[in-house]
């Protein structure tokens, strides 16, 4: 099963299916999102980076 996740500097996003990731750009540690992987391919590029900002505001 694949997971989300998003860089909190650089907003890169990533779908892995192992924990812990960091960032290949920025080095830092990437934060787990919240929604499964299946909900967040079905969103708009808008709803992406709306999202990508609330993951951001929460971590």
Do not use: G, W
Not at 34 to 42: G, L, R, V
Request: glycine fraction near 0%.
């Amino acid at each position: 099963m694949l997971d989300v996740y998003i860089c909190p500097k650089c907003e890169l996003v990533r779908y892995v299916s192992k924990d812990k990731t960091h960032c290949f750009r920025c080095d830092v540690e990437m934060i787990h999102a919240d929604i499964p992987y299946a909900d967040y391919i079905k969103l708009t590029a808008k709803e992406r980076q709306v999202y990508i900002n609330h993951a951001k505001q929460e971590a």
